[in-house]
């Protein structure tokens, strides 16, 4: 029991120095029903890009976006299928476009994640995908979001900042009316892109948890 509960230790040290997060636009002012809750079937689909200022990263560096997170959830989804990219690009945030939606992807555009989503909304939403290299040094961040044509209806509603957000974030739509400072409040979960130096209360951990095993083994082999 001793010796596991130490490599449990060891391994929750290291997972607190190598992973982090980073919640954009909180704490919101309220929910907002775009995109999880709106009215689908549109043919090709429905649309929805938030672009994050790369202020919004500062200091952090070059990172891997491993998953996002969004809050308060209530309600329904708009059941269906929905398609989740990233790309980095050098327009500003309020400077997209609400209809040529393709023309506002980086060339570094990269799907993160496919789901599908239906039910009850929970709390926190976290949408795992495969790791995106972002450097915010090379400009804002753009979340793409298609959500293909069918699908059921829904008022599923997440944590926002609804007109608040200038110089944070902004969304753009083809179904709920897109606007500047609009969005979902979001939570980015990344990793350094090299590996990291574990920070000094990492490595006090890891030689704490070294130590259990070690007298735990000294002990037991005396006996």
């Given at each position: 029991?001793?010796?596991?509960?130490?490599?449990?230790?060891?391994?929750?040290?290291?997972?607190?120095?190598?992973?982090?997060?980073l919640i954009i636009g909180g704490p919101g002012d309220g929910g907002n029903t775009d995109p999880?809750?709106?009215?689908?079937?549109?043919?090709?689909?429905?649309?929805?890009?938030?672009?994050?200022?790369?202020g919004d990263f500062n200091n952090l560096g070059i990172i891997e976006i491993t998953s996002i997170d969004f809050f308060d959830g209530n309600g329904a989804?708009?059941?269906?299928?929905?398609?989740?990219?990233?790309?980095?690009?050098?327009?500003?945030?309020?400077?997209?476009?609400?209809?040529?939606?393709?023309?506002?992807?980086?060339?570094?555009d990269a799907l993160f994640a496919t789901v599908n989503l239906s039910g009850a909304a929970p709390s926190t939403l976290t949408i795992v995908g495969s790791a995106f290299l972002?450097?915010?040094?090379?400009?804002?961040?753009?979340?793409?979001?298609?959500?293909?044509?069918?699908?059921?209806?829904?008022d599923a509603a997440y944590l926002a900042r609804n007109g608040t957000a200038e110089g944070i974030f902004s969304r753009y739509d083809n179904f709920g009316g897109s606007a500047d400072?609009?969005?979902?409040?979001?939570?980015?979960?990344y990793l350094p892109a090299s590996s990291p130096t574990p920070e000094p209360e990492t490595a006090t951990l890891v030689l704490a948890g070294l130590g259990c095993i070690t007298l735990y083994c000294r002990f037991r082999y005396r006996r």
């Open positions: 029991m001793k010796i596991s509960c130490a490599l449990q230790l060891l391994f929750y040290a290291a997972s607190l120095g190598w992973s982090s997060s999880f809750g709106g009215p689908f079937g549109l043919n090709p689909g429905t649309r929805y890009q938030q672009i994050y200022a790369s989804f708009a059941g269906d299928t929905y398609i989740f990219s990233f790309s980095t690009v050098s327009a500003g945030i309020d400077t997209l476009s609400d209809t040529a939606f393709n023309a506002n992807l980086g060339p570094d972002y450097n915010p040094a090379l400009g804002n961040l753009l979340l793409d979001m298609t959500i293909l044509p069918g699908g059921t209806s829904g400072g609009y969005g979902l409040v979001t939570q980015v979960d």
